[in-house]
Every structure is written in C-alpha cells, then in structure tokens.
C-alpha cells in the first residue's frame, strides 16, 4: 500500500518570503514522487518530479523540491513567493514497482495564500 | 493551455437527464483517465483506460458510463445522477508503457458539473 501525508491544510506566507509546503510519504518500494498545483477552476498543472539521482529536483516556475529518503519526505520549496503561487498544491506518489497504470495516490492538498 | 481539452466547462443537468462530458489528447498517451473531485480535496481516481481498454473501475456506480472509442477519446456518459454527483469531473492521459511509467499525468481543466 502506499500512502501521501500533507500535515498542513493551509500555508501562509508573506511575499518575497521563501514557502515550504510539507509531504511525506509512504511506499513499499521506491517512489516516484509528484507535485501539482491547481488554481481556482483549473485543473491540476505538473510542477516536478522526482525519479532518481539528484535529491533536489527544480521544477516549474521557479520551485524545487528535495527528496529525503532517511525522512520519507518530499518537501516543496521556493526561494521567494510571489501572490500568483497562491494556489492549492497536492504531493503525489506512485510505487516505482507497480505496473498498474492507476497506483498514483494523492495526498489531501495544501492551500498556499501569499500577503501581500 | 492545457493539451488536455475537456468539454463543457460547465454542465447543469437534473436528476433524470442524459449527457455526455468528453476529453481529448493528441499526445500520443495510451492511458487515459477520469477523476472526481470535490472542492478543495485531492481527485479520486474512477475509470482507467488503457489501450483504449478498460482497465481500472473503482468501484463507480453505473450511472458513470465511459467509452473510450479511440486512443484520443475518452467520453464519460452520465443518467440519472443524484445531488451529490456535482463535482468538477477531470480527464488526464499519461505515457504507459515500461521506463516511461514515470512520467506525470496531464490533466485537463474539467467540467463542472451541477446537478439539480
């Protein structure tokens, strides 16, 4: 079974700050290792991934997320928040070892609201 | 843009209509997918095709139809929906096969759907 923790329902963070949004995960192989963002009446928009190799993986628009293994965690990051992040954020795992297309859990979301 | 197109953006349909909501991918993806999502929750999985192929059912109640009559389309055919049937339904496509396993899933904008 493999199963996504995001221990925070709600994020906020004034701008120009640097942003964390937590995800840990559980898995019985190894991971991939997902994150989207969802604005209002959109739908969910592919920021990173992890696979293998490097454990900090730099995505879209100017995110990065580190992968700890020892911590099963996948934390999202970003130097300096700007408003337009203000988003809801899901953390996404997939067993590497799976070989059904349907094994993508999500975790239950984060909403990031950044002050002006 | 997304390259994942969902029609319509919004549906209002009452309890004993027919309708149809449709995606389509010209990315050449062979795994195609329909979630339902709940506001500010993370999407749950309903149908997987694969190969244009039935593959996954997650146990949805069968006033949830879908069809998948080529590798770029996938419909989902709704009758009789209840109240708590409104949602935004979203469509998604990924790679499928062997290494390319790892690559995300593209989803579309969704339909919103209200029922009455």
């Known amino acids: 079974a493999q199963s996504v923790a995001q221990p925070e329902d709600q994020v906020n963070v004034a701008e120009g700050n640097p942003l964390t949004v937590k995800c840990t995960y559980s898995?019985?192989?190894?991971?991939?290792l997902f994150w989207y963002v969802q604005y209002p009446n959109r739908g969910l928009q592919f920021l990173l991934k992890y696979i293998t190799g490097d454990n900090l993986v730099k995505g879209s628009y100017g995110f990065e997320a580190e992968f700890n293994k020892s911590q099963t965690s996948f934390h999202l990051k970003k130097p300096s928040a700007l408003v337009s992040d203000s988003a809801l954020y899901f953390c996404a795992v997939r067993d590497r070892s799976t070989g059904s297309a349907r094994q993508l859990t999500f975790g239950s979301g984060t909403q990031l609201t950044v002050l002006p | 843009d997304t390259e994942v197109t969902q029609t319509p953006k919004h549906l209002v349909m009452g309890m004993t209509n027919k309708k149809s909501l449709k995606c389509e991918q010209h990315?050449?993806?062979?795994?195609m997918y329909w979630y339902k999502q709940k506001a500010k929750k993370p999407p749950e999985l309903m149908f997987v095709y694969s190969y244009e192929k039935l593959s996954i059912n997650e146990s949805v109640p069968s006033r949830f139809s879908p069809e998948c009559p080529n590798s770029s389309l996938l419909n989902l055919h709704l009758h009789a929906l209840q109240p708590e049937d409104s949602a935004l339904y979203l469509c998604?496509?990924?790679?499928?096969?062997?290494?390319?396993?790892?690559?995300?899933?593209?989803f579309g904008d969704g339909t919103r759907l209200s029922i009455l």
């Open positions: 998604a496509s990924s790679q499928e096969r062997g290494t390319l396993r790892n690559q995300p899933q593209h």
């Open positions: 990315m050449g993806h062979r795994a």
């Open positions: 898995v019985s192989g190894n991971p991939y």
